[in-house]
C-alpha cells in the first residue's frame, strides 16, 4: 500500500520559513519523481516545483528563489524549504509521486501565512 504523508504546515507570519516533509511508503522511492502543489481556497491546484530522480529541480515562477526542494532517498522523504512566505502562500500544500503513469498523492498539509 501506497502511503505518502505531508507534514511541518502551520501558521508563519509573512517573511517567516517552513519545511515541509512528504515520507513515502510502499514505492521504490529512490525511482520517483516527486511533486509539490499547493491549492489555495478558490483556487486550482498549481505545481510549485519538481524534483527528479536524478536530483534535477524545477519551481514556478512564483516561488523560485524562494522554495527549495530536496530529497533524501535514504529517508524516502522529500522536502520543500520555504522563505520568505508571503501571505499569498497560504494553500494545502501536496506531495506527489510520479513514475510513468503512476501517481500517488498526499492528503496535504495547511500552510498559513498571516500576521
Known amino acids: 500500500q501506497v502511503q505518502l504523508v505531508e507534514s511541518g504546515g502551520g501558521l508563519v507570519q509573512p517573511g517567516g520559513s517552513l519545511r515541509l516533509s512528504c515520507a513515502a511508503s510502499g514505492i521504490v522511492f529512490s525511482r520517483y519523481t516527486m511533486d509539490w502543489y499547493r491549492q489555495a481556497p478558490g483556487n486550482q491546484r498549481e505545481l510549485v516545483g519538481v524534483?527528479?530522480?536524478?536530483?534535477?529541480?524545477n519551481y514556478a515562477d512564483s516561488v523560485k528563489g524562494r522554495f527549495t526542494i530536496s530529497r533524501d532517498n535514504a529517508k524516502n522523504t522529500v522536502y520543500l524549504q520555504m522563505n520568505s512566505l508571503k501571505p499569498e502562500d497560504t494553500a494545502v500544500y501536496y506531495c506527489?509521486?510520479?513514475?510513468?503513469?503512476?501517481?500517488?498523492w498526499g492528503q496535504g498539509t495547511q500552510v498559513t501565512v498571516s500576521s
Open positions: 524534483i527528479t530522480s536524478v536530483n534535477s529541480t
Open positions: 506527489a509521486a510520479k513514475l510513468f503513469s503512476y501517481v500517488y
